[in-house]
């Protein structure tokens, strides 16, 4: 049997960059894919006049090398309202806010107290060990700025529990302002000009054109509806069971979530598959809620809204997305995007509950009336990898475990970032170092 050069096992958005970068380099591999399509957990529909995403439904592009991967796409993107730059959060007496300097200073957020205290934000001690967010941010920041801002944006970003997160892990910035300018404040004032402008895209059909064009690209080398079931390591290669048969390769990738992982590797790999196995995804549900302009009371004019979780309402956010992108619903209707779950809450496991929740929960906040002209919902049992306390740790023995299997590579965004700009430059970089 030929052994390939290289072989990689899932088409999500990690997959996808790794493939395109291979190709780039005029090497010879295929990309193995469980799913009919290609994309992982970026899905987009189009029904009834209302084009909306499951999975991810923006793309923060600011990293140079990502612009780049669009352009070599042919993908031009469709820049966010500039509306969306108003991220609007819900207060102590359940109002909107919209977040920004006037929130942090202004009395509609925080008390006088809490604002007092973020003048003493520069004379805090830097941390000497790693600490969760909400360790972190109490200290710096206070009580007020985490249950009111950060808790939400977390919840919002991650699904996640600010006091498990690590902050080194999760927020690297964060924590690399305070160890280089010993507090926020000081290194916001002293930042540097980042290489690019920021720029919120998303695409005419939705999320799914970027794999869509990347899976085009790849052509015959991505195979579709092919889920990898074993893989053995064989005189310094790779021997990998498909659904259709069998592929030797010299350099294995797997950019899978960690349960996918541990399902296919050797039964000899125990420790790898017991560390990865620690990394927690909790569950999340989103869904997309069409109403009638008129039923909906608020202009809707920002990128969405946050809801603390100290306010004891289930549903996590919701995106104003006919506001962000153009065509997102038709004429005389308005589209919202809705997430539930996390890993600071239940969640209804039958549809007709998470629709009843969230219209129960958003009804009141945006003036909604009626029922919804349009509802779609997805449910994703592991949605998104929490970097927990510890997660460095992890990351690091797994990676000295790897040692021992040589030419095998594992992937995700279970390391190393979970927005889709961090999945294309690990996958980029690792097709970089392929050799
Ligand atoms: C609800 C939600 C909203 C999000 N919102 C945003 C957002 O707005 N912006 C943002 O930047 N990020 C967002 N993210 C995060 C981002 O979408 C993910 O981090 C990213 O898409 C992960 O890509 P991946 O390639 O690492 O993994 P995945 O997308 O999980 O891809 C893995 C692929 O492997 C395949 N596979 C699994 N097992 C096998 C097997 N045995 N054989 C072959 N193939 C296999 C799967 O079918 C899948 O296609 C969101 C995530 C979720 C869940």
Redesign the pocket.
Known sequence: MDVLPYLI?????????LALRLEEEGKEFLL????AE?????RSRTEDGFTY????????VRDPLVADQLQRLALDGIAANPLARRRFVLNRHKRLVALGPAALLGGKLLSPGARLRLLGEPFHARAAAEESVATFVRRRLGPEVLDWMVDPFVSG?F?GDPERLSVAASLPRLAQMEQEYGSLLLAGLRRKRPAMRSRLLSFAGG?QDLPRAAAAKLGDRLRCN????AIIPVDRSWRVE?RTGTLLAKRLFL???TD?II??LPSTAQPLRDHLAEIEYPS?A?LALGFPRTQVEHPLDGFGVLIPRRLGIPTLGALFSSTLFPRRAPDGQVLLTV?LGGAQEAIPQEEALLFRQALDDLSSILGIQGEPSFQRA?F?PR???QYNLGHSQRINAIDRLLRDWPGLSL????RG???????IR??WEAGQTAG
């Open positions: 096992v899932g088409a999500g958005i990690t997959g996808l960059s193995l894919e469980a799913r290609a994309g992982g957990n970026i995403d499951l999975g991810p439904n923006t793309l923060l970003v699904a999320m092919e889920p990898v079931t498909s950019c899978l979530p996918a399902r296919i999340v989103t997430f997805q994703w949605a998104i990898p992937l995700g965004n279970w970032g979970v927005a889709l700009g961090d999945c690990r996958g």
